[in-house]
């Protein structure tokens, strides 16, 4: 089945009595996607974490949007090939879009390891509104902390299309922060996270 756009389908968008800067003002600070991007086990999900928790502690709206956590329910019906990961990414890409236009601040934690997957989230939200977090870390590292045996499984050929042994990945080649979780502690790491949203005057606390 060919599939149609929005206005072939006779789809309108329907703008409401509030805009996104209305929200914003609402919540003090602007909407934005805060996207971490890392092989499994580098450390985002819990940086992702204390990051909320410290964005909460200063009256900011958030939500945390993890990898596995989406898979149990939106994206519960893709796989791990190109194709289902593509999806998997756009599915999430919309969903935060509509966060950041409630003006909450979605903070993300996903492989998400294609390049070109990662710029339409920036091109959809606006670079002003995105900021790409690369956790990086070793792969040795990384498969030490793995408590779900995730990359001894693959290096045994019982997973495929697993990211960073049996699938690449792609670091991002301008992100707004490097963190090296292998060097420094997830708390540290939200710290510099937050450090750089008030520069870009995301947050103003």
Not at 31 to 45: E, M, N, R
Not at 53 to 65: E, P
Not at 75 to 102: P, Q
Not at 136 to 154: F, I, M, S, T
Request: neutral net charge.
């Amino acid at each position: 089945m060919d599939k149609k756009t929005p206005k072939e389908n006779n789809l309108t968008w329907y703008d409401g009595y509030l805009t996104r800067e209305d929200r914003e003002r609402l919540h003090g600070h602007k909407g934005a996607v805060i996207w971490f991007t890392g092989l499994s086990a580098s450390g985002k999900s819990t940086i992702a974490r204390h990051l909320e928790k410290l964005l909460y502690d200063q009256g900011c709206s958030t939500y945390v949007f993890d990898g596995d956590n989406v898979r149990h329910g939106l994206c519960a019906d893709l796989g791990f090939s190109v194709e289902d990961r593509k999806e998997n990414i756009r599915r999430i890409a919309e969903m935060t879009n509509l966060y950041v236009d409630a003006g909450i601040l979605a903070i993300t934690a996903f492989i998400s390891p294609y390049r070109k997957d990662r710029d339409r989230i920036r091109e959809l939200v606006g670079k002003e509104r995105y900021l790409e977090i690369y956790v990086e870390c070793p792969v040795d590292v990384c498969a030490a902390r793995d408590e779900k045996g995730l990359y001894a499984k693959a290096r045994e050929g019982k997973i495929a299309h697993f990211t960073g042994i049996s699938a690449p990945y792609e670091p991002p080649e301008h992100p707004d922060l490097v963190l090296r979780s292998d060097q420094e502690d997830a708390l540290t790491a939200a710290g510099r996270v937050y450090e750089v949203m008030k520069a870009r005057r995301i947050v103003l606390m």
